[in-house]
């Protein structure tokens, strides 16, 4: 049997596509019996010349004879000459199915469809297309979504599935100060490279509906949406503390700064106030809380976002401000505290650098100390302050205020553990009952007093920070009447509200951790703001909506002004411009949307995508509305979620949508994470040190050893040269700085796409994160193989395939039958439940059932087929062609399960050899006699005791017991 085959591809674009970078390749493969091993997989290995083109490949394949290594230069040639041989033409269906589906535009969701039938809006999180490409993580919620819309289309459903792309942000402006590219140019550019990509692996998105938060008429309807927000009073502006990069000439959001530097770029950022577009969530802050409990999302994704919210009740105080002579005077610090049970407790006051009344009441002599630390804390993020601060600092103002509660005067201190953006910038701090307050307490020797008894009666001997409730003590005071000693600290809590109100000096209040959107962006590569600023009065004035889209000038010179003006501001002749309505000389507002903007709502667009008179016809989204299925990243579990929502309610107040939500479930897939790296360490020299012997690994040299270098010796890792030495095993989330990111085309281009989307789902349950294996990839990719020759049979002499299957018309046996339905059952249950890896199994145990059958029934292979085909669509495509059919099985039913099929109607049944019981074999109910003793025959443990021997008799009780009486005269041995 020739082991090549020779195929020319000559102009075919699709074909070539999945070898565009591999120009020239080489491989060679042993055929195998397919009752028994499967093929193994091929291995590629090429080289480049200088300017990119393939000088020469070199390909090695294994066979069961050994090693075999084939090398072949080829010039480069118009026609190119692929030497392959594969366990199964995917090179050919996978182009031949994709061009097919694009023709014919199989998964187009018609503009009008018939609204009595079930719909199923599934939605990937839309990506922003980068230039470095997908890599392997990224189809993993994109093959799940696929899968789910396949099986719904397939049930009868109305599906929508589309795809788009949220294309402004800061990384496309970025490359183009770099470069000089317009951002526009990136863009489109790296929009081409993903829907190639996402095409190349069979995702069945209806590619009409495409869109891009990029194009006039989306941003038309974004811009539109702010103008109802602004409208409403729910957008407008305020002087707040920000994120400024003066590199890169922006506000940044706090995730966009870690250690005090920009994430892109690793600029300095300081903090700064800022007049900004802000966006009144907090008004919507109780119905995005409330409204959680609806939604079948993750209870942890529900959990993050209550926690994000940050719903609180507790009290407003004042602490009158004291002058030098330690006399009150009229101005107050108010604190927020949920806490008002221990204001006896409060020994120091603490106010946020940004403060408004800090200049007020800092003394001359701490003035400079006070200047300088709040420079310093202008350069941290919210972040920083906060929960990732470890050691707090501070200075102290030189002024005192009075405790309410007591009369005491208490040190005011600045620090930036506390925030401007949160309560009202200042705290009264009890240092016994919080411990970010006991941490600054104990560092800069400030009193601490006990006011919160343990209830457990714990010793106070310690004197231990107790954060807790309890039993209210040391809280007393005749000079201001109010007394809470021994009250519980709920009782004691009431009680300081309700004297707080009488006497002036507080109030009940509920507060929130969520602030007001900031929504301005000092960029160009955004969606402009729809806002004239008239030069006389600097009053603001909405844009008309009937001159939307207002676009963006085009501009040269993206790079920063260096003034703080957003580079709009060197578009003069757009920014220049007159009030409509009354003549006056304005500017364009020349800060930009942030990239979260067109996200918030581009699940609506998805249902009407070209409609250029309204956001979204009322009759579509009605059919369409909620979302069914959202998929993505548990990193977006709050801010975007949360922004859509608000946006999305605010939509519904004013009667464009008609759900109160817009996504009814949520699922967040796991992180697919870089191969395993082993680790070793050498000493100065160079001989290895094991892991588990040497303290002081930190000082040896890190040395990365390659995986067929490793073995596993019981729990652990070891050097296979020299077992003595462990190895630590990590893994980490691709990444190019990691040099651990495989590119999908790789894995298309040797096992196809149909092998790539079924390891994803295979490598463990989809909500989980996994750590990626290349040759993981070999079972998933043999199994297809295997599932290819069931249908089609072996190869022939050069290599092919026949044209047609080995499939018969024959009727199914029993058990043949409840193989099927079983399979069924298991395959639509895990796919409604995303547990696409249990599926795939048993599809699995379907084929191994298969493949010890004397034929291969149609009415068994069929709908076999259309199970597999929401997983492996070309692969089932084109076996459903070679099988007689003419159409695309993309809306064939899916199978059902047969019930009468899944009953378990068998029995085991015990079976003696001369009365002494030597096995057992399963048999139906109302099993004959004659057919339980030809199943014993055939069992493997019982035929040593049966092969050769003479038969006496046999004693058969119908689902009770099988004997079989050998002839004495004539016994032979049973050999074992």
Request: charged residues 25%; negative net charge; aromatic residues 10%.
């Amino acid at each position: 049997m020739s082991s090549h085959q020779i195929l020319q591809f000559r102009s075919d674009p699709f074909v070539l596509s999945h070898c565009c970078r591999h120009t020239h390749l080489t491989s060679s493969l042993t055929l195998q019996s397919p009752l028994k091993q499967p093929f193994s997989g091929l291995r590629f290995r090429w080289r480049r010349s200088n300017h990119g083109g393939v000088r020469s490949s070199t390909t090695e394949a294994q066979s069961n004879n050994g090693n075999r290594k084939e090398e072949a230069l080829v010039s480069e040639t118009a026609t190119t000459t692929i030497e392959l041989k594969r366990v199964y033409p995917f090179h050919e269906i996978e182009p031949k199915w994709q061009r097919y589906w694009e023709d014919n535009r199989t998964f187009r969701t018609p503009d009008d469809v018939d609204t009595s039938k079930p719909k199923f809006y599934v939605l990937d999180m839309f990506p922003y297309p980068s230039g470095a490409g997908l890599h392997v993580g990224h189809p993993l919620g994109y093959t799940a979504t696929d899968i789910l819309a396949r099986l719904r289309r397939m049930q009868g459903y109305n599906v929508l599935h589309p795809m788009g792309w949220d294309a402004f942000g800061l990384p496309a402006e970025q490359y183009a100060i770099e470069t000089g590219t317009h951002p526009k140019t990136t863009t489109l550019k790296n929009i081409d490279r993903f829907r190639l990509q996402l095409k190349s692996l069979g995702f069945s998105y209806d590619w009409d509906r495409e869109l891009s938060t990029t194009e006039p008429d989306y941003y038309k309807w974004t811009q539109w949406i702010f103008l109802q927000l602004y409208k409403r009073g729910l957008a407008y502006q305020a002087e707040v503390p920000v994120n400024w990069c003066p590199a890169l000439g922006t506000v940044l959001a706090n995730e966009e700064v870690v250690d005090g530097v920009s994430e892109r770029g690793g600029h300095p950022v300081i903090r700064k106030p800022m007049r900004q577009w802000m966006l009144k969530i907090t008004a919507y802050a109780d119905r995005l809380l409330e409204d959680l409990d609806e939604l079948e999302w993750p209870e942890s994704i529900k959990e993050m976002q209550r926690n994000w919210i940050g719903r609180s009740e507790g009290a407003e105080l004042n602490f009158s401000i004291l002058d030098g002579e330690g006399r009150e005077t009229d101005k107050k610090i108010t604190v927020y505290t949920t806490r008002p049970d221990t204001l006896f407790g409060a020994t120091y006051m603490v106010v946020a650098p940004e403060h408004h009344l800090l200049s007020y009441f800092v003394t001359a002599e701490q003035k400079q100390q006070v200047e300088e630390y709040k420079d310093f804390a202008s350069r941290k993020s919210d972040l920083e302050r906060t929960e990732l601060q470890k050691d707090k600092t501070g200075v102290f103002t030189g002024c005192y205020a009075k405790n309410p509660a007591n009369g005491d005067a208490i040190p005011i201190w600045v620090a930036d553990y506390v925030l401007a953006s949160y309560g009202t910038g200042a705290i009264m701090a009890v240092p016994a009952h919080d411990t970010r307050d006991n941490e600054f307490a104990l560092k800069y020797n400030i009193p601490v007093k006990w006011v919160v008894k343990n209830e457990a009666n714990l010793s106070d001997d310690a004197k231990q920070v107790y954060p807790g409730l309890g039993i209210i003590e040391n809280s007393s005071s005749s000079e201001t009447g109010l007394d809470i000693n021994q009250l519980s600290s709920k009782e004691a809590g009431l009680k300081v509200i309700e004297w707080s109100e009488r006497t002036g000096n507080g109030k009940k209040k509920v507060n929130y951790k969520l602030r007001d959107w900031l929504f301005a962006r000092q960029r160009y590569w955004g969606e402009p703001i729809p806002i004239l600023i008239l030069d006389e009065s600097g009053e603001t004035i909405a844009v008309s909506e009937s001159e939307l889209p207002l676009t963006l000038p085009e501009l040269n010179d993206f790079t920063p002004t260096g003034t703080g003006e957003p580079p709009l501001s060197k578009a003069v002749s757009w920014v220049n411009t007159v009030d409509p309505s009354t003549g006056k000389p304005a500017k364009r507002e020349t800060s930009t949307m942030p990239q979260w903007a067109g996200s918030c709502w581009y699940y609506l667009r998805f249902m009407d995508p070209k409609n250029p008179e309204a956001l979204v016809d009322k009759e579509k989204e009605k059919y369409w509305s909620p979302v069914d299925v959202y998929v993505g990243g548990a990193e977006h579990a709050v801010l975007h979620l949360l922004y859509s929502r608000f946006w999305h309610k605010v939509l519904y107040d004013i009667g464009v949508v008609s759900t109160k939500e817009p996504f009814k479930c949520v699922i967040n897939q796991g992180i697919i994470l870089g191969e395993v790296q082993y680790t070793a360490w050498k000493d100065q020299e160079g001989i290895y040190v094991s892991a588990d012997t040497e303290e002081r690994l930190n000082e040896h040299q890190q040395v990365t050893i390659p995986e067929e270098k490793v073995m596993k010796s019981g729990d652990h890792f070891v050097l296979k040269e020299d077992p003595s030495i462990r190895l630590i095993p990590r893994v980490y989330k691709m990444s190019k700085s990691r040099g651990n990111v495989v590119n999908p085309d790789d894995v298309v281009l040797e096992h196809g796409a149909d092998s790539l989307r079924l390891y994803e789902m295979f490598m463990g349950p989809f909500r989980d994160s996994k750590t990626w294996n290349t040759s993981g990839i070999e079972g998933v990719h043999r199994f297809l193989a295997r599932t290819w020759r069931l249908v089609i049979g072996l190869p022939q002499s050069d290599g092919s395939f026949k044209d047609g299957t080995i499939v018969t018309d024959d009727e199914p046996t029993l058990e043949q039958l409840r193989t099927l339905h079983k399979c069924i059952a298991k395959v639509t249950e895990e796919i409604e439940s995303t547990r696409f890896n249990t599926g795939i199994s048993g599809m699995m145990e379907l084929v191994n059932a298969a493949y010890k059958w004397n034929n291969q029934p149609r009415r068994i292979i069929e709908p076999f087929v259309l199970l597999l085909s929401p997983y492996a669509p070309h692969m089932a495509e084109e076996l459903w062609s070679r099988l007689g059919h003419p159409n695309s099985l993309a809306y064939e039913s899916f199978p059902k399960a047969n019930p009468d099929y899944l009953k378990n109607t068998t029995i085991v049944l015990p079976v003696q050899i001369n009365g002494k019981t030597r096995g057992t074999i399963e048999v139906e109910e109302g099993c004959s006699e004659d057919d339980a003793f030809v199943l014993a025959s055939q069992d493997e443990k019982l035929r040593k005791y049966l092969d050769g021997q003479s038969i006496k008799k046999r004693i058969y009780v119908p689902g009770k017991i099988l004997n079989v009486i050998l002839d004495r005269t004539n016994v032979k041995v049973a050999t074992k």
